[in-house]
């Protein structure tokens, strides 16, 4: 099976057929490196001999040479395999289609689990404590670990770092022989420190400042002792979650992606122990102890893993170093004799690492502003929802609160594919294949879609039964199950622009570039939720703070699909809008068969599974007949695969 925790790919292991190409940015850089270079085994001043060239392939028969490059790959490890096509050309490694494929399906698997055990996470505390005032007052503290996972784990830090880890690794692959420092080491001493003290102090600030914290976020709430108790519990995952955060993208650049989809697993297994043994000593309390665990649980999967692939990749590093020649100055991008620096040769370094212009840094400092308040501007969505809904009759954040949970699980699957592409898009982005990067991006627009569109046409459409299968139980009554299901199902109608946000963002960001368009865009969107939560809370109670988000996210979806080619990747606006408009269309008549299909059975489960292959049904038979996107290349990967099982 494919390795999955490492599929970056080393630069000795590239193919050079068509580097003379004119198509081929680097065949100037070729031919001018060429020139310079002496013949195998000739002795030049200033350098160490050349170790001598490895024995000439021998192998006759195909079987002899599979073997050969079988023995190779396990001596030197997956990084010197190369896949049979790649998705980007970047300098720092080559990501198959087939490897991004497995990688999204695996990540998609273990995020399920982790959206799976979230739910059971939700079933057990709504059995314990059901939708009343304990609950409120946990999910007021619960803002936090949601603000934290948005700022330090989704949004801001990936958006950052990923960039930043995609460069330097970009910059080792291309002249690993001549750096005497490796820019990922070089990156992780600049950032980790600083980041560590800000996280811990940010940690032990939000704990002392618990009670206005709470007063803040629940004007409203009768009780604000033990909201304070929980959220002083909670804080701790300031720090957790920025470590496991920085973590993440540091696989995810390197093309890990099992281990950062595993977070949540763990997250929820420690949410979930700690409320079954502490819960009768503890109460709600417990449910906030299982916050701070989980953080842990969240670094501790992780850290092996990066700890591993750093202490390889040193020794890699300097085993390249010794065996690699003692490049004269001119060739190391140093000053020779008494040349002075600013006229050292810079014909073959690429313009953002001139000396001359300054060369780029890994990490722009003017980058940090636009996504954090992009980010804190996403996540004050919840935000505004639980202060309008604070002053609600008890139940209403928790009914809020569940039924965003299950409608958001369409969302966080669709966005898999973009998190595992992320890297590559960045990669491509870092090597100026603007090109590349629109198709990758453009695919994965179209397929988000199919998927979100989906998931959502089928909770509109069973809500009920979803609820009731899910909730009802202990203190979660019908009335409770009745109110929920309403309420996501207004939530529903925001699920492709929350999807649509998700993944434009990343392209907005994929070139390490500060953009605050991005940021205005979603203050534009808060702003529509907040004015229009607040004048429909007094008509349709919780139904208009839902409605309010719908609206706000849906606006802001908008502003980046028609930005993004000014911006950022060039994609084709006008045919990706069309194309969603198509989706829409199907989801829309999906919805409504399968809503009355599901309305025939009486028993939750069968009329929840009818409805799901209804949804289902329809949606592919409509957009196939309206030829929306990558529905052609769905259908045939079906078939495909059901005639093989055959």
Same mark, same amino acid.
């Given at each position: 099976?494919?390795d999955?925790t490492?599929?970056?790919?080393s630069?000795?292991?590239k193919?050079?057929?068509g580097?003379?190409?004119?198509?081929?940015p680097?065949?100037?850089?070729?031919?001018?490196?060429?020139?310079?270079?002496?013949?195998?085994?000739a002795?030049?001043?200033?350098?160490r001999?050349?170790?001598?060239p490895p024995?000439?392939?021998?192998?006759?028969?195909?079987a002899?040479?599979?073997?050969?490059?079988?023995t190779?790959?396990?001596?030197?490890?997956?990084?010197?395999?190369?896949?049979?096509?790649?998705?980007?050309?970047s300098?720092?490694?080559?990501?198959?289609?087939?490897f991004?494929?497995?990688?999204?399906?695996?990540t998609?698997?273990?995020?399920a689990?982790?959206?799976?055990?979230g739910?059971?996470?939700?079933?057990?505390?709504?059995?314990?404590?059901?939708?009343?005032?304990?609950?409120d007052?946990?999910?007021?503290?619960?803002?936090?670990?949601?603000?934290?996972?948005?700022?330090?784990i989704?949004?801001?830090?990936?958006?950052?770092l990923?960039?930043?880890?995609?460069?330097a690794?970009?910059?080792?692959?291309?002249?690993r022989?001549? $750096?005497?420092?490796d820019?990922?080491?070089?990156?992780?001493?600049?950032?980790?420190?600083?980041?560590?003290?800000?996280l811990?102090?940010?940690?032990?600030?939000?704990? $002392?400042?618990a009670?206005?914290?709470v007063?803040?976020?629940?004007p409203?709430?009768?009780?604000t002792?033990?909201?304070?108790d929980?959220?002083r519990?909670?804080?701790t995952c300031a720090f957790?979650?920025?470590?496991?955060?920085?973590?993440?993208?540091? /696989?995810?650049?390197h093309?890990?992606?099992?281990?950062?989809?595993m977070?949540?697993?763990?997250?929820?297994?420690?949410?979930?122990?700690t409320?079954?043994i502490?819960?009768?000593?503890?109460?709600?309390?417990?449910?906030?102890?299982?916050v701070?665990?989980?953080?842990?649980l969240?670094?501790?999967?992780?850290?092996?893993?990066?700890?591993r692939? /750093?202490?390889?990749?040193r020794?890699?590093?300097e085993?390249?170093?010794?065996h690699?020649?003692?490049?004269?100055?001119e060739?190391r991008?140093e000053?020779?004799?008494?040349?002075?620096?600013?006229?050292?040769?810079?014909?073959?370094?690429?313009?953002g690492?001139?000396?001359?212009?300054?060369?780029?840094?890994?990490?722009?400092?003017?980058?940090?502003?636009?996504v954090?308040?992009?980010?804190?501007?996403?996540?004050?969505?919840?935000?505004i929802e639980?202060?309008l809904?604070?002053?609600?009759?008890?139940?209403a954040?928790?009914h809020l609160?569940?039924?965003?949970k299950?409608?958001?699980?369409?969302m966080v699957?669709?966005?898999?594919?973009?998190?595992v592409?992320?890297p590559?898009?960045a990669?491509?982005?870092?090597?100026?294949?603007?090109?590349?990067?629109r198709?990758?991006?453009?695919?994965?627009?179209?397929?988000?879609?199919?998927?979100?569109?989906?998931?959502?046409?089928?909770?509109?459409?069973c809500?009920?039964?979803?609820i009731?299968?899910l909730?009802q139980?202990?203190a979660?009554?019908?009335?409770?199950?009745?109110a929920?299901?309403?309420v996501m199902?207004?939530?529903?109608?925001?699920?492709l622009?929350?999807?649509?946000?998700?993944?434009?963002?990343?392209c907005?960001?994929?070139?390490?570039?500060?953009l605050?368009f991005?940021?205005l865009?979603?203050? $534009?969107?808060l702003?529509?939720t907040?004015?229009?939560?607040? $004048? /429909?809370?007094?008509?349709?109670?919780?139904?208009?703070?839902?409605?309010?988000?719908a609206?706000?996210?849906t606006?802001?979806?908008?502003?980046?699909l028609?930005?993004?080619?000014?911006?950022?990747?060039?994609v084709?606006?006008?045919?990706?809008?069309?194309?969603?408009v198509?989706?829409?269309?199907?989801?829309?008549s999906?919805?409504?068969?399968?809503?009355i299909?599901?309305?025939?059975?009486?028993?939750?489960?069968?009329?929840?599974?009818?409805?799901?292959?209804?949804v289902?049904?329809?949606?592919?038979?409509i957009?196939?007949?309206?030829?929306?996107?990558?529905?052609?290349?769905?259908?045939?990967?079906v078939?495909?695969r059901?005639?093989?099982?055959r």
């Open positions: 099976m494919t999955l490492d599929a970056t790919q630069p000795t292991a193919t050079t057929e580097t003379d190409s004119p198509d081929n680097d065949s100037v850089k070729t031919a001018t490196t060429a020139k310079t270079t002496p013949p195998t085994g002795a030049v001043p200033g350098r001999p050349p170790p001598p024995p000439a392939d021998t192998a006759t028969s195909p002899e040479k599979a073997g050969q490059e079988n190779a790959q396990a001596e030197t490890g997956p990084e010197s395999a190369v896949p049979e096509k790649t998705d980007t050309g300098r720092g490694g080559h990501l198959s289609n087939r991004l494929a497995r990688a999204a399906l695996l998609a698997l273990l995020t689990a982790g959206a799976l055990l739910l059971v996470r939700d079933q057990t505390i709504a059995h314990l404590y059901g939708a009343g005032p304990d609950t007052a946990f999910l007021v503290a619960w803002t936090v670990p949601e603000v934290a996972s948005t700022l330090l989704e949004d801001a830090m990936a958006l950052i990923v960039p930043a880890f995609s460069l690794l970009a910059r080792r692959a291309k002249d022989p001549l $750096l005497d420092r820019p990922v080491h070089a990156l992780l001493r600049t950032t980790l420190p600083g980041l560590l003290l800000v811990s102090a940010g940690a032990v600030l939000l704990m $002392l400042a009670p206005w914290v007063a803040v976020l629940a409203g709430l009768p009780d002792r033990l909201a304070v929980c959220t519990l909670t804080a957790s979650f920025g470590i496991a955060g920085y973590c993440s993208a540091a /696989l995810r650049a093309g890990s992606f099992v281990p950062p989809a977070i949540y697993v763990a997250y929820n297994i420690g949410i979930i122990a409320i079954l502490l819960s009768e000593r503890l109460g709600v309390r417990a449910a906030a102890a299982g701070a665990i989980g953080g842990v969240m670094v501790l999967v992780q850290a092996p893993v990066v700890w692939k /750093l202490r390889r990749r020794a890699t590093a085993q390249t170093r010794e690699a020649p003692e490049y004269a100055p060739q991008n000053p020779a004799g008494d040349q002075p620096a600013d006229e050292q040769r810079t014909d073959e370094q690429p313009p690492d001139r000396p001359g212009g300054g060369a780029r840094p890994l990490v722009a400092v003017g980058l940090l502003a636009p954090i308040v992009f980010a804190l501007t996403r996540q004050s969505q919840v935000l639980r202060f809904a604070a002053p609600l009759p008890a139940g954040i928790s609160n569940y039924a965003q299950v409608a958001q699980m369409p699957l669709s966005l898999m594919l973009c998190t592409t992320f590559v898009v990669r491509a982005m870092a090597a100026g294949e603007t090109d590349r990067a198709r990758r991006v453009e695919r994965d627009l179209a397929l988000a879609g199919v998927i979100v569109l989906v998931g959502a046409a089928t909770v509109v459409a809500a009920p039964q979803i009731e299968i909730f139980r202990g979660f009554d019908r009335a409770d199950t009745a929920t299901a309403t199902r207004v939530y529903a109608l925001g699920l622009g929350h999807t649509l946000v998700g993944a434009l963002v990343r907005y960001f994929s070139a390490a570039r500060p605050w991005p940021a865009a979603m203050f $534009l969107g702003a529509l907040t004015v229009g939560g607040g $004048l /429909l809370v007094g008509v349709w109670g919780v139904l208009g703070i839902a409605a309010g988000n609206l706000g996210i606006v802001t979806a908008v502003l980046l028609n930005g993004v080619a000014r911006h950022s990747v060039p084709r606006v006008r045919h990706m809008t069309g194309g969603l198509k989706l829409s269309a199907a989801a829309a999906a919805t409504g068969a399968g809503w299909c599901g309305a025939l059975i009486p028993s939750p489960v069968p009329a929840a599974a009818v409805a799901c292959l209804v289902a049904a329809v949606f592919l038979v957009a196939r007949a309206v030829q929306a996107p990558e529905i052609d290349s769905i259908v045939r990967s078939t495909g059901f005639i093989d099982v």
